[in-house]
């Protein structure tokens, strides 16, 4: 049975739908497995195009409409509209972990919205989160507001009721401000303190998030501006894609006008104000890039004055004219819907992750405990968990094979998408050129090194590293000579936080001067390694398939840790299956008797692993086999981390099922050194660099 999640609003205009669409979002990086559920669609004047795709996609004809629930109401039909609501639910809800249900907002046609959204989820046996606005209260007053609101639902004590999330903090208060500040942002007037510790919130009632008002989020295109005015285009510019944060009405002389000419922002002003428009598009000259200019009482510039502003205009300054005067006009802006239009993607994508970005942590990690043992991780939610834990760990990367064009393309999308910094050890000319013949420019941010003027000052370093192995002077320039070897030298000394190699050298001229220089991590007797293999509706562990030929049975219990671990830390809750040709007792053998006394290791060592072995591949990964061969098995039919007798098992599994069912392979990624460094295949695509980047900056963390 999925669970259930029921977003209510605790007021008016408490931007429930962003908050449901960041929380959707935030599960979803999570790899949950969430379904959005609206139980009664409500019109709006300019509705998500991404909420209607939830509900066509995903509920479909599901949703009621608000005026058959109206109807139904009216004729005493209350429970027979929550029984379709229920039947609505169980139809759409089999298939997903975790279900958001998004409730109904109040308005002033609808004041009874907070009974329905409390039967609805009493219905569907949902738990509740409250979302709420501050607005203008302090936080005294909103805390009673808010203890009120809860008594719809049960009170403070009630066991559904989980918490609150609080959205739009320090907003900019109404009588300022309609659709944006017309002089500038207002300061907080709270701290966030102030609101996380409201006497109300405990381990009952907690606070799930607080998400900041800002301007960013609530900030149109010109082009939005414009067709909410039907306003006439006198120059169209960038108006799809400048925003606007804040507006000024100018009917003041220029010299006062100058401290008002800010970038994004909307300049207001009567359409014969000659000085204003000149003096707005100098200004954009300048390289202020003023959002727009909007004339009023339809008056229209002079060609004159049209062709004195042609360079301005080339450059992108939008110009709108409508026919009322400054005040109707200002009145109209006031009252602009803050809805975020049909197409404007940009701008959607950022309230998402932005309300994600401050929802509790804990809580979340907490959901997906709660939305099912068996989580399994999609493709596309693990490869944006990587880009994203690693654009926060922002580390340093460096690349030894600059002659490689791959190698150096995965670099520029790496710098490019502010995944990790990256320098690549290469002649730049040479880097350049192949850049050029690929196609694609380098960003200014990627550090380029030419090796040969750097490998003078590693020599004595070289010397002292290895001079317990009689390295000379002599030896030590002939070695440097090896970009690997110069490379890992510098991880060494702290001067990079990792290292990815491999698309041109083998595995062993990677990882021979790691363990020369790098050394194993304590706790760790060798290094193993680790491929995410990621099947169509889930990722899996394969340990290890590139390292260690034939490893006894304490060092596969090393490798069954260590992948363990690895997997833990990717998101991936570790259900290990020692792989074998027999399943139990099934079978006989040296080989079967290593991977039995492997998992025994692993048991004492870490009893917190659940870990079953030896079992088969088809055992460990099949549901209806585990049945048969391994009934009372904690991991049978549900393996995420797979561990490998050996190398030959290992990797002939890794290559065949990757070719074969045309899987996307993540690795290896090396685990047991003290500093990440990482190897490729030498048939590595530009996205795999790209993703092996990725995890060498969240190992560096």
């Known amino acids: ?165 609080i959205n739009k903090l320090n907003s900019p208060d109404k009588d300022e401000v309609g659709l944006l500040p017309r002089e500038h942002e207002n300061e907080q007037k709270y701290a966030l303190e102030d609101w996380q510790n409201l006497n109300l919130f405990n381990k009952n009632f907690a606070l799930l998030g607080t998400v900041p008002w800002s301007i960013d989020l609530i900030a149109p295109r010109v082009i939005d501006i414009s067709n909410y005015l039907q306003a006439t285009v006198i120059n169209e510019g960038d108006i799809s894609h400048r925003r606007i944060r804040s507006i000024s009405f100018c009917a003041r002389s220029v010299g006062n006008l100058v401290s008002h000419l800010q970038a994004n922002r909307l300049i207001v002003t009567p359409g014969d104000r000659t000085d204003i428009i000149i003096a707005t598009c100098l200004s954009a000259l300048n390289g202020t890039k003023v959002g727009a200019l909007l004339l009023t009482n339809g008056y229209l510039p002079e060609p004159q004055v049209m062709e004195l502003c042609k360079q301005a205009l080339d450059a992108g300054l939008p110009i709108l004219s409508v026919p009322w005067d400054t005040w109707q006009t200002s009145r109209y802006l006031m009252n602009y819907n803050p809805e975020i239009p049909l197409d404007d993607e940009q701008r959607l994508d950022r309230v998402k992750q932005y309300v994600t970005d401050h929802l509790d942590q804990e809580w979340l990690a907490h959901l997906m405990d709660q939305a099912g043992e068996h989580l399994k991780y999609s493709p596309p939610a693990f490869r944006h968990l990587l880009t994203e834990r690693a654009k926060s760990a922002d580390k340093l990367i460096i690349l030894p094979e600059g002659t490689d064009a791959r190698t150096i393309k995965a670099a520029a999308i790496c710098v490019e998408r502010g995944i990790a910094r990256c320098q690549i050890l290469g002649e730049r000319e040479a880097i350049e050129t192949i850049a050029q013949q690929q196609g694609f420019e380098l960003p200014d941010t990627l550090i380029i090194t030419d090796p040969s003027a750097i490998r003078e000052q590693y020599v004595d370093v070289l010397v002292e590293h290895r001079k317990h192995k009689g390295m000379t002077e002599l030896m030590a320039q002939q070695a440097l000579e090896d970009n690997t070897l110069l490379a890992t030298l510098m991880l060494a000394q702290n001067e990079v936080d990792g290292l990815v190699s491999g698309a041109v050298n083998t595995t062993a001229n990677t990882i021979r001067p790691a363990l020369q220089l790098i050394k194993t991590s304590p706790g760790n007797n060798l290094v193993s390694s680790v491929f995410f293999m990621l099947l169509p509706d889930q990722v899996l562990v394969y340990g290890d398939c590139a390292i260690n030929p034939d490893p006894n049975a304490e060092q596969l219990a090393d490798i069954a840790i260590q992948s363990a671990d690895s997997a833990k830390r990717f998101g991936i809750f570790p259900k290990v299956a020692m792989i074998s040709y027999s399943t139990g007792k099934s079978g006989r053998g040296a080989d079967v008797e290593k991977v039995v006394k492997a998992t025994e290791i692993v048991k004492q060592l870490r009893p917190d692993i659940i870990i079953d072995g030896p079992l088969q591949y088809d055992a460990a990964i099949m549901e209806n086999v585990a049945k048969q061969k391994a009934p009372n098995s904690p991991v049978a039919g549900q393996a995420t981390v797979f561990v490998f007798p050996d190398l030959n098992t290992g990797n002939t599994t890794y290559k065949a099922v990757q070719r074969s069912a045309d899987v996307v392979s993540i690795g290896p990624m090396l685990q047991g050194l003290n500093k990440p460094v990482n190897d490729l295949s030498r048939g590595a695509l530009v996205d795999d660099i790209v993703y092996t980047i990725a995890l060498t900056a969240i190992q560096a963390t």
């Open 1 to 165: 049975m999925s669970k259930r999640l029921m977003l209510v609003p605790a007021g008016f205009g408490v931007g429930l739908t962003s908050v449901t669409l960041g929380l959707y979002h935030a599960c979803q990086q999570l790899g949950i497995s969430v379904g959005h559920f609206k139980p009664i669609s409500q019109p709006s004047r300019n509705y998500l195009k991404n909420v209607k795709q939830f509900q066509h996609e995903h509920t479909g004809a599901l949703t009621l409409s608000l005026n058959h629930v109206e109807q139904q109401i009216a004729d005493g039909n209350h429970e027979v509209v929550l029984e379709q609501i229920v039947a609505n639910f169980n139809q759409y809800a089999k298939e997903y972990d975790l279900v958001i249900i998004e409730g109904l907002l109040p308005t002033t046609r609808q004041p009874y919205a907070a009974r329905i959204n409390r039967d609805v989820a009493r219905a569907l046996s949902a738990d509740i989160v409250l979302v709420a606005s501050p607005d203008e209260d302090s936080p005294e007053d909103f805390e009673d507001r808010l203890d009120v609101t809860a008594q719809t639902y049960g009170g403070l004590k009630a066991k559904n009721l989980l918490g609150c999330i």
